[in-house]
């Protein structure tokens, strides 16, 4: 090495001790490359990388001022100074132009030289990183409700979407960020996983597809969705393995629905049993206060009847609460023409409340249909109810069934199955 020589003309010296001139040997590599110092600074380039850059940059600048990419620049110095080689490593960088683009880089140092050391970097743009290389595809990915993103092959991102940013709830750092950009991972069961254990890292360490592991994500702020990872590694058109792309999809409203199948599921089984005992209490009853088969089948069936229309009006407020005026309305659907008349505020009872106040109505109606009211031409139905609070806060009601204009009545003999009921 000539005496007096600036770093610009400065020739490095291989360990078989032929010289060569960097700015010239550089200009035949088939790929964009550099030369710099420990520090750093830019002590040769080739035409190529001054494109791949968005123009050249002057002689002793550094890669940070070439380059926006602090992190990325950051990670290349670490790699010299430690002697690392670093390999197929992905950054995404902004040029001065500002324009942004992906790198698939080599770097190593070169032997001998002293110090503080030279190190020659290579640049290639990385077509795998579509959209961080071509504005049209990186469009694509941000138009994607998907969320979306790569890293290179040490497991550094150097591209998510939008819809990976709100999915994470917040902007991790390009570069910086490994692995993932989660602020927390969980397992499916709620234990919290590591972030190196989660399927991307697994993807990058074992270079193949990770499937069917579901994790829950959570954000800064304490929100958690279930996703489906899709971590799947890149390679490029000579095999070299670059990084990993992940897609993920969020799950939240399959799991949702999974678990209201499941509460559907038991919820049915429940009711089922319910009704199915019911209508065995209801034979019982009614075999036990009739004598004849004929009298039991006709009563048994208007019971099971009964007890079909109210499971009608339970499925038409979808189990929840159904209207008092709705259920007596059900049991004296068959009488109109002024024959009844109701009075009262409309008031709401529950699924179990519902069945056994249609019941409850049902015989009524029967009663006033076989010996009351509604057995005589004239006879009226009147029926009314009125609700308060007790002095506990219980709520009250009360309800007053009166029949006009039947025959006389008399008392039953002994009690019935409508008084049992």
Same mark, same amino acid.
């Given at each position: 090495?000539?005496?007096? #020589? #600036?770093?610009?003309?400065r020739?490095?010296? $291989?360990m ?9 040997m ?11 110092d420990?520090?750093?600074r @830019?002590v ?6 001054? +494109?791949l850059?968005?123009?050249? /940059? ?5 890669l ?5 990419? /602090?992190?990325?620049?950051d ?12 390999a ?12 942004g683009?992906?790198f698939?880089?080599?770097a190593?140092r070169?032997p001998g ?6 190190a ?7 077509p795998?990183?579509?959209?961080? =290389?071509d ?5 694509? $990915?941000?138009?994607?409700p ?6 290179d ?17 917040y ?5 910086t ?8 991972i969980?397992?499916?069961? !709620? ?12 993807t ?5 597809p990770?499937?069917?592991q ?6 800064p702020g304490?929100a958690?969705?279930?996703?489906? /990872?899709?971590?799947t ?6 095999g070299?393995?670059v ?5 993920l ?19 049915l ?5 319910n009704?199915?005992?019911t ?16 009298? $039991?089948?006709?009563s $048994? !069936? ?9 499971? +009608?009006? *339970?499925?038409h407020s979808?189990?929840q609460?159904? =209207?008092?005026? #709705? @259920?007596?309305?059900d049991?004296?659907s ?6 009844v008349r109701?009075?009262g505020?409309?008031i *709401?009872?529950? /699924?179990r409340?519902?069945l ?8 009524l ?6 010996y009351?009211?509604l057995?005589?031409?004239? !006879?009226r ?5 009125h609700?308060w609070?007790?002095d ?12 006009? +204009?039947?025959?006389?009545v008399e008392g ?5 199955? !409508?008084t049992?009921?």
């Amino acid at each position: 090495m000539s005496e007096g #020589s #600036s770093d610009a003309q400065r020739n490095v010296t $291989f360990m078989t001790g032929i010289e060569w001139r960097p700015d010239a040997m550089l200009h035949l590599l088939p790929t964009a490359a550099c030369i710099c110092d420990g520090a750093g600074r @830019i002590v040769h380039f080739n035409p190529k990388a001054a +494109d791949l850059w968005g123009g050249e /940059p002057a002689m002793g600048a550094g890669l940070a001022e070439t380059w926006s990419a /602090p992190s990325g620049v950051d990670r290349i110095l670490r790699a010299l100074r430690s002697g690392d080689e670093l390999a197929g490593a992905v950054l995404a960088v902004e040029s001065g132009t500002g324009a942004g683009r992906c790198f698939l880089v080599n770097a190593r140092r070169l032997p001998g030289g002293g110090e503080p050391g030279y190190a020659i970097i290579t640049f290639q743009s990385w077509p795998g990183a579509g959209p961080a =290389s071509d504005e049209r595809v990186r469009a694509l $990915f941000e138009a994607m409700p998907l969320a979306v993103y790569l890293t290179d092959a040490e497991g550094y991102l150097t591209f998510y979407n939008q819809a990976a940013a709100d999915l994470w709830g917040y902007a991790p750092a390009i570069g910086t960020a490994r692995w993932c950009g989660s602020w927390k991972i969980y397992y499916a069961d !709620g234990r919290l996983m590591a972030v190196d254990a989660c399927p991307m890292a697994q993807t990058l360490r074992e270079r193949r597809p990770v499937r069917n592991q579901e994790v829950v994500i959570e954000t800064p702020g304490g929100a958690r969705t279930a996703v489906m /990872p899709y971590p799947t590694p890149l390679f490029d058109d000579s095999g070299t393995f670059v990084g990993a792309i992940n897609a993920l999809v969020d799950i939240t409203h399959e799991k949702l629905a999974d678990e209201r199948h499941t509460l559907f599921s038991r919820e049915l089984n429940h009711r089922v049993k319910n009704a199915l005992a019911t209508g065995y209490a209801i034979a019982r009853q009614t075999q036990r206060y009739t004598e004849a088969a004929d009298e $039991f089948r006709e009563s $048994f !069936g208007a019971r099971l009847l009964a007890l079909s229309r109210a499971h +009608d009006l *339970l499925v038409h407020s979808q189990w929840q609460e159904t =209207s008092l005026r #709705s @259920i007596v309305g059900d049991a004296l659907s068959a009488y109109s023409g002024g024959r009844v008349r109701m009075e009262g505020e409309d008031i *709401l009872f529950g /699924p179990r409340a519902t069945l056994t106040l249609a019941m409850t109505f049902h015989e009524l109606v029967s009663n006033a249909a076989s010996y009351g009211a509604l057995s005589a031409p004239a !006879g009226r139905i009147q029926l009314a109810w009125h609700c308060w609070n007790d002095d506990e806060g219980e709520r009250t009601v009360e309800l007053m069934w009166e029949e006009q +204009d039947g025959p006389p009545v008399e008392g039953p003999g002994e009690p019935g199955f !409508g008084t049992r009921l």
